[in-house]
């Protein structure tokens, strides 16, 4: 079932997120959480046997999904590129200032 | 050791998630009736029930077609609001972040067949990005879609150019639009007593000129976001 | 009229960035505006966004405690943007929309729309924790605190689930307490990281202690105290007020550890900062005692704090020297000090005493305990410290503007006023308490009878 695997998903991004050393690999497993968490979000929505939410010739009247999930995804999505970009480009400074990316290393340097 | 206490803390987390969704409905046997979204679909929030039908129906509450638009801009309109504002903000924080740093090049010119498709391809993106979010509330898409396929068109400008740079202009673009989102809604209490309300007259559902304000704040959303992925875009290929 | 709070201070930041010169007009004139606005509405306003009546559309709802808190942030806000000299201008939009989400998120009456706040303030308290060159403390708690957004997105959908609608007000009065623990476990872990809980608080000390005089001061004091009021809203009104035990433990632990981490810093500046930590989970716990003057003692303490590391962290950055040329801060700094240590005469021993009576009436004996601990270590530390700057006389004379030094010394004076009559900030507190609290009339207001 889609439920278990963002789960699943969720669960994989919050092992890379602890176990890495290295600091962009954080960054990858928080878009694989948030990947997760808006799968999840639209699964919720489906409803068997029904159609996209838009009146169109091919569906005239309503027979249709649920569309305010679709609708929060859509900010979700927004949100999580947005925090995205201003990691990665945090990630540009830190191997500025610190020459590395490697955890461990970096507590060398600051001490 | 490090990854294996990793993996139980992992896999602890799975395990009280799968708890909590046991008495979510199964996948796919939902009840529309209990939710809100049975109101937004008839569109019969106010209470007036009538039948909505595709090119038939005359001055709905809400007059847009793509009923997940009709939430996005127009039930949950404030939520739009602050969505353009996180990635106003986040443009904004990547470049006051990269300041001082210089526009980082490639190391090798530009593929011949790169430089040249670029004059071809590139406005027909722009005019895919620009159909999309004029048609926001007929067909799926919508401002954010769209205004992405206008920054995809600057990535391209990028790559196959090592001289390109966005200019200041970018920046006036993207504080006109928003403060023009913003004046819409108030705009709104002047005609109708509440912010963000839709205060021109909604058509037949299915045209494209219907939906009131639906479509004038998508084509203030396409631009902006595509001005603040273009910046985004822009500030990414800088290096110290 | 409520949507100008918010749409005021956005289209404010909109077109700062199209002149730049007008920004530092724009943060004065702002929350002047605002407080007008709040002089001429009066509370229990209820207004639904774009027509739309709730549980359908968004509403924005005033009542006693978002007014009062509403009130607080605008005014801190104000006080901060007369200091011209502690900020850095190129950071003046973030500021506007700090304040606009700060305001969005008091004032919201939707769980959704409360997310989306809750991640504009977060990306805003992202870019100023890299203010001073502190790439590596913005990315560590950018990386924290978006896997708390992301676990605050995933109770509101199982909120949703439940109950079809996303409204607060219809949440709280349908919600089916079975699912109350998964949902409030997920919002624990959603705000236990802008709160500042263990094991969630890892990041204070380098977003705090990065040396700027403006970061600290403003994620201290104005996104602190929005945060306290979210968690005492989501909590005590949508929640019923159930579940509070686990934020009552966290609470403690964080007290413990927050405190002997203080203790044993050697750096001024990461001392403050945990003591912000331990502070913080003192109001948490006060908070979860669920008792209307536990509340009220929660609240007094945090505006308390909030003013006394108004005080502390400018004067910590930016004289580090020693004080003995620099009397009038030295002045501010040993009062704002003894404030938090809790000495009689000064404000922090009023409410550090209404939180052991209310622990006492409700039969609670740990809390005291811990409390009285706390107080202890606070007192070797701080005075440690004061004694150490107070001895070094051959500082040299600071880089304060005069006209901020007598403003902190005016809040010092304000701090040994409270201290003696502290109706002021009480009775502030008790109205946030008690509107919190009743959530039949919240129901009320928003849903109008439906």
Redesign the interface.
């Known amino acids: ?4 695997i963002s ?2 998903l ?3 991004g ?2 890379g997120l ?2 890495q050393k290295n600091l962009f690999k954080h960054l990858v497993s928080l878009s694989i959480i948030d990947t997760g968490v808006n799968i999840f979000l639209i ?6 046997g029904k159609e ?6 091919f ?4 027979n ?1 999904v ?3 999930p ?2 929060l995804v ?2 979700a999505i ?2 999580g ?3 995205l ?2 990691g ?3 990630v ?2 830190v191997k ?1 200032k610190y020459g590395t990316l490697n955890v461990e290393e970096m507590k060398d340097v600051r001490r | 050791m ?2 294996f ?3 139980l ?3 602890g ?2 395990f ?6 046991e ?8 009840d ?1 009736s ?4 049975e ?4 569109k019969s ?2 209470g007036f029930r009538e ?6 129906s005359k001055n709905l509450e809400e007059g847009s ?4 638009t009709s ?2 801009v ?10 353009v ?10 470049g ?3 300041s001082g ?1 210089k526009r980082k090049g490639y190391g090798r010119k530009p593929n011949f067949i790169l430089r040249t498709a670029v004059g071809v391809v590139l406005p027909l993106i722009i005019l895919f990005g620009v159909y999309i979010f004029v048609h926001g509330h ?3 898409g ?1 401002g ?1 879609p769209g205004g992405t396929i206008l920054s995809i068109g600057i990535l391209l400008l990028y790559l196959s150019n090592e001289e390109y740079e966005l200019s200041e202009k970018s ?2 673009l ?3 639009s ?2 023009l989102f ?2 819409i ?2 705009l ?2 002047a005609f ?7 205060f021109l007259p909604t058509g037949v ?2 045209n494209l000129f219907s939906a009131g304000i639906v479509p004038i704040i998508y084509i203030v959303i396409g631009f902006k976001v595509g001005a603040e992925l273009s910046t ?1 875009v822009a ?2 290929h ?3 | 009229m409520i ?1 100008l709070l918010i ?1 005021i201070p ?2 404010g ?6 002149w730049k010169k007008v920004t530092d007009v724009l943060l004065i004139i702002t929350p002047i505006i605002n407080l007008s606005i709040l002089a001429i509405l009066r509370p229990t306003l209820v ?7 709730a ?4 509403p924005l709802v005033l009542d006693n405690a978002s007014y009062i808190t509403l009130f607080i942030i605008n005014s801190v806000f104000l006080l901060l943007s007369l200091n011209r000299n502690l900020f850095d201008l ?2 003046g ?2 500021f506007l ?1 700090l304040l ?2 700060t305001n ?1 998120l008091i004032l919201t009456g939707d769980l ?2 409360s997310f ?2 809750l ?2 303030t977060a ?2 308290s ?2 100023l924790a ?1 203010h001073n060159k502190n ?1 590596y403390g913005a990315y560590k708690y950018l990386i924290i605190g978006s896997v708390a957004g992301a676990f605050y997105l ?1 109770s509101t959908i ?1 909120a ?3 109950t ?3 409204n607060m007000a219809h949440v709280s009065q349908t919600l ?1 307490s ?2 109350i623990p ?1 949902i409030a ?2 919002y624990v872990v959603g705000l236990g990281v802008e709160a500042k809980l263990f094991p969630l608080a890892g990041w204070v000390p380098d977003v705090y202690a990065s040396g700027s005089p403006m970061t600290p001061v403003i994620l201290g004091s104005m996104v602190t105290f929005t945060i306290m009021y979210l968690v005492g809203r989501i909590f005590l009104s949508v929640l019923h007020g159930s579940f509070l035990n686990v934020l009552y433990i966290l609470g403690l632990i964080t007290v413990v550890f927050g405190e002997i981490s203080a203790l044993r810093q050697n750096d001024l500046l990461r001392a403050l900062a945990y003591s912000s930590v331990a502070q913080a989970g003192l109001v948490i716990s006060a908070i979860s005692l669920k008792t209307s003057e536990a509340i009220t003692a929660g609240y007094f303490h945090s505006l308390n704090d909030v003013t006394a590391k108004l005080i502390l962290f400018p004067i910590a950055v930016l004289i580090s020297k020693g004080f003995g040329k620099n009397k009038i801060p030295g002045i501010a700094f040993s009062i704002a000090s003894f404030s938090v240590i809790g000495f009689p005469l000064f404000a922090g021993f009023r409410s550090k005493l209404l939180i052991l009576l209310s622990a006492f009436s409700k039969g609670d004996y740990v809390l005291p305990a811990v409390l009285l601990f706390a107080g202890v270590v606070e007192v070797a530390y701080f005075i440690r410290w004061n004694v150490r700057l107070w001895h070094e006389s051959e500082g040299e004379e600071c880089e304060m503007k005069k006209h901020t030094q007598f403003i902190l010394l005016a809040l010092s004076l304000f701090i040994i006023y409270i201290g003696l009559f502290p109706d002021l900030y009480l009775s502030v507190s008790e109205k946030i308490a008690k509107s919190l609290l009743n959530v039949s009339s919240y129901i009320e207001a928003v849903l109008g009878g439906m």
């Open positions: 079932m889609v439920y278990y789960i699943a969720i669960g994989v919050i092992y602890i176990s699964s919720i929505g489906y409803v068997e996209a939410p838009i009146y169109s010739i569906t005239p009247t309503a249709f649920d569309p305010l679709q609708a859509l900010t927004v949100i590129v947005g925090i970009a201003l990665a480009v945090l540009v400074r500025e | 490090r990854k206490l990793s993996m803390l992992a896999l987390v799975v009280v998630l799968i708890e909590m969704i008495p979510i409905p199964a996948y796919g046997k939902v529309l209990k939710r809100v979204s109101k937004y679909v008839s929030v106010s039948e909505v039908a595709y090119k038939k077609a793509n009923v997940v939430i996005v127009n039930y949950r309109g404030f939520d739009t609001l602050g969505e504002t996180v990635l106003f903000i986040s443009a904004f924080g990547v006051l972040i990269s740093l007929l067909t799926p919508g954010f920046k006036v993207e504080g006109t928003g403060s913003v004046i809604g108030l709104g209490i109708s007593g509440a912010f963000l309300a839709n559902i299915g985004i500030d990414l800088k290096e110290g | 949507s749409a956005l289209l930041a909109f077109t700062s960035i199209i207004e639904h966004l774009g027509g739309w009546k549980p359908f559309g968004i190129n950071y939009t973030v929309v606009t989400s969005g959704f729309n989306v706040f991640e504009i990306v805003s992202y870019i890299y790439p995933l199982l949703y689930v439940n079809g609608s996303l089916n079975s699912v998964a476990l997920l």
